[in-house]
Each structure stands twice: as structure tokens, then as C-alpha cells.
Nanobody, 126 residues
Framework: QLQFVESGGDLVQSGGSLRLSCAAS????????IGWFRQAPGKEREGVSC???????YYADSVKGRFTISRDNAENTVYLQMNSLKPEDTAVYYC????????????????????WGKGTRVTVSF
């Protein structure tokens, strides 16, 4: 089955850090851009960050300077390092893929993205 498996979510205090992992199952990441998304209770899904197949990175304004996305194609995994966490970062975090570039992520068009995982929950307490 082709999908992502997200992990690393936890309960953390405000100001803390977490590292999320997004591992691909059933396919290789080499030719894909990978995006991280989040959805908080009662809110719409939000694009957080994206890394293209050639390593270009993009971030939502709300996480710039605090989050860092990276990829390890040998490990078939994409990471999201989250520092200086805030209560408003509380959400379920998902990853998904599109071919080569972060076009869908940049254009807020997430419907064409594939291999959505089940997500990992991040809770940031005050």
C-alpha cells in the first residue's frame, strides 16, 4: 500500500521542540515534493511546509523561523523540526506528496496531492 506514516507527535510545553517524521511506504521519495499539513479542531487543513524534489523549501508565514523541513531520500523520510512551539501549533500533522515541485502547496491546491497518512498529533500546552 502506498502511503506515508507520520510519527513524532507528542504533548509538549510552549517553547519546546519536536521532530516529526514522515516515512514513505511502498514508493520512493526521490521524484516527489513532500508537504507537511496540519488541521486543528474546528479549523480547515493548513499547509505548513513543503520541500521539492530538488530541495527547495517553503514555509507558511506562521512557522517561518521556527520550523525546518528536510529530507533524507536514502531513508525515504521527510522530517519537520519544530522549535519554539506555541499553543496555536496544536493540531494533527499530516504529510502528502506531489510530483517534483511544491506547486500545489504554493497554490493552496491540496486536492491533487497523494499518499496522505493518518497523521500524528501535536499538543502544545500553555
Amino acid at each position: 500500500q502506498l502511503q506515508f506514516v507520520e510519527s513524532g507527535g507528542d504533548l509538549v510545553q510552549s517553547g519546546g521542540s519536536l521532530r516529526l517524521s514522515c516515512a514513505a511506504s511502498g514508493f520512493t521519495l526521490d521524484y516527489y515534493a513532500i508537504g507537511w499539513f496540519r488541521q486543528a479542531p474546528g479549523k480547515e487543513r493548513e499547509g505548513v511546509s513543503c520541500i521539492s524534489s530538488d530541495g527547495a523549501t517553503y514555509y507558511a508565514d506562521s512557522v517561518k523561523g521556527r520550523f525546518t523541513i528536510s529530507r533524507d531520500n536514502a531513508e525515504n523520510t521527510v522530517y519537520l523540526q519544530m522549535n519554539s512551539l506555541k499553543p496555536e501549533d496544536t493540531a494533527v500533522y499530516y504529510c502528502a506528496a506531489e510530483r517534483y515541485y511544491c506547486s500545489g502547496f504554493i497554490g493552496y491546491d491540496y486536492n491533487g496531492m497523494d499518499y496522505w497518512g493518518k497523521g500524528t498529533r501535536v499538543t502544545v500546552s500553555f
